[in-house]
């Protein structure tokens, strides 16, 4: 492909000063400033009290983890921050002892069954930069078969009901699950047998009812996704199990090179600091019925992510990182 053409854009995205590679480490003090002047730079609602309390609640994942940004395109997008754990850690037995989280919620339920399943599992969290704890992770410490977490005890039968139409689309794999408590639904995050292809996309995105988007999304999605395959999410609603969303994502984009992602998504990746060792940027394509889409994006923050990332095989854009 001629990297001169319509379908990707090139900008310099910002790396804070004096990051030295291996220098910095976690601080809550700089991490408030940062997150301020993120929030600030994209219009995203921040507030200072709740992210306060979320480091504190949670400072061993934010210390000894792997942290991110995230945000959307969508005008109003929330800025959101995550922590990678390293280790098993019971995060919804944190989260409900500081009053973040109710014990009978349905979707805390179901994530703990899922995390339960493997012993090398690790729990993560979603965190929104003004509503705090909104999403709760599980990486299920490799690849695992999808019909081992529809058959477990306490999956709603909606959900459970979906697994031939998985196996005809060849999706058989998960890495990880997550739930988010704020719309009740629940993600798979499965591994795709191989790379893209318009033919693949239109089977998948018939889980939604969604159309094709145009040949220039599809040629950026064919651009920037791992061409040996790469993450396919499944958004369902926690109680029916109806398929809302689909999505399809492009990890670790190489250095300083974007598909077409709009001013806000520009400003993200600009004004979100990366003081990691090394710079790892993503983008979501999201696709739902009704003409839905928006992209989804991702930078780093600190922890050595793409290290962890390898470490867990994720399917990476970036040659010099691939898995």
Request: contains cysteine; aromatic residues 12%; proline residues 4%.
């Amino acid at each position: 492909m001629n990297h001169d053409s319509m379908y990707w854009r090139k900008f310099d995205s910002h790396r804070s000063e004096g990051n030295m590679p291996g220098s910095f480490k976690f601080s809550s003090a700089q991490f408030l400033a940062d997150i301020q002047a993120t929030a600030h730079a994209i219009g995203a609602d921040y507030c200072p009290e709740t992210t306060r309390r979320m480091l504190d609640t949670f400072t061993d994942g934010f210390h000894n983890g792997a942290v991110l940004w995230r945000t959307t395109s969508k005008p109003s997008g929330a800025l959101n921050y995550r922590f990678y754990e390293r280790r098993s850690t019971d995060t919804v037995a944190i989260a409900t002892r500081a009053g973040l989280l109710n014990a009978t919620d349905p979707v805390a339920r179901l994530i703990k069954t899922w995390s339960g399943l493997y012993a090398d599992s690790a729990e993560l969290c979603d965190f929104d930069a003004a509503a705090g704890l909104v999403k709760t992770w599980v990486f299920l410490g490799g690849m695992r078969p999808v019909t081992d977490l529809l058959v477990v005890p306490g999956v709603p039968e909606g959900i459970r009901r979906h697994e031939g139409t998985f196996d005809k689309l060849g999706l058989t794999s998960v890495r990880h699950v997550a739930v988010d408590y704020q719309h009740q639904s629940v993600n798979l995050y499965f591994r795709t047998a191989k790379g893209f292809s318009p033919t693949q996309a239109q089977r998948f995105l018939s889980l939604t009812g969604a159309e094709l988007p145009t040949a220039a999304v599809l040629e950026d999605i064919r651009e920037f996704t791992a061409p040996s395959g790469y993450t396919f999410s499944v958004t369902m609603t926690g109680a029916t199990g109806k398929i809302e969303r689909v999505g399809i994502y492009a990890l670790k984009l190489p250095a300083g090179r974007f598909p077409t992602i709009g001013d806000r998504l520009e400003e993200f990746f600009r004004a979100a600091p990366s003081r990691d060792d090394e710079e790892m940027n993503a983008i979501a394509w999201s696709f739902g019925a009704e003409g839905m889409q928006y992209l989804k994006a991702e930078r780093s923050y600190c922890g050595r992510l793409v290290e962890l990332m390898q470490e867990w095989a994720s399917p990476m854009t970036d040659i010099g990182s691939r898995a």
